[in-house]
T-cell receptor, first 116, second 111 residues
């Protein structure tokens, strides 16, 4: 149980284009989903928290107009990187929290984004 | 400001050589300390949650302990398949459900 998937696992895009990453909870309802970014040999940095049906809460320094988050259902959240630039290249990981397993977060396998 | 510091950054062990990883934390009010395992190019895999000083949890060759200032992840008789990066994270009372991660300890277990 508590499986989270991400799609795509890898994506390469050209500078200036937009990329959408999907995060799905496969066997539970995720009331809250989180988006993290991880640079090589660095820790996970929280970008934003999203609750189903409401606007995401972004961490300080994260541009909300650049990283669009939509949590439209209890099993799906999407992160869209708009007008991507090479410095946006990173490993993006989502996690999900189940309503009745209040403290554990279950992570997806991550999406490697490369902007050329 | 909440801080999570893990040491060592990297650790190399011979198969069967037990050791411990450290996670020191500073947080306004601890709501939970989490250990995750992360393999290269993968998302973190949940291992343990500890809530209060004195608490211990075990899973196979791993045992996590918690004090008021730090947590240890003890690895007993490790095997090569235990090689991974081990991440520690804390959740504070004033941070909602968000986790603050340390940089991790990269563990390599050689045969």
């Amino acid at each position: 149980g508590a499986v989270v998937s991400q799609h795509p696992s890898r994506v390469i895009c050209k500078s200036g284009t937009s990329v959408k990453i999907e995060c799905r909870s496969l066997d539970f309802q995720a009331t809250t989903m989180f988006w993290y970014r991880q640079f090589p040999k660095q820790s996970l940095m929280l970008m934003a928290t999203s609750n189903e049906g409401s606007k995401a809460t972004y961490e300080q320094g994260v541009e909300k107009d650049k990283f669009l988050i939509n949590h439209a259902s209890l099993t799906l959240s999407t992160l869209t990187v708009t007008s991507a630039h090479p410095e946006d290249s990173s490993f993006y990981i989502c996690s999900a929290r189940e309503e009745f397993r209040s403290y554990e977060q279950y992570f997806g396998p991550g999406t490697r984004l490369t902007v050329t | 400001e909440d801080q999570v510091t893990q040491s060592p950054e990297a650790l190399r062990l011979q198969e069967g050589e037990s050791s411990s990883l450290n996670c020191s934390y500073t947080v306004s009010g601890l709501r939970g300390l989490f250990w995750y395992r992360q393999d290269p190019g993968k998302g973190p895999e949940f291992l343990f949650t500890l809530y209060s000083a004195g608490e211990e949890k075990e899973k196979e060759r791993l045992k996590a302990t918690l004090t008021k200032k730090e947590s240890f992840l003890h690895i007993t008789a490790p095997k090569p398949e235990d090689s991974a990066t081990y991440l520690c994270a804390v959740r504070a009372f004033d941070s909602g459900y968000a986790l603050n991660f340390g940089k991790g300890t990269s563990l390599l277990v050689t045969p």
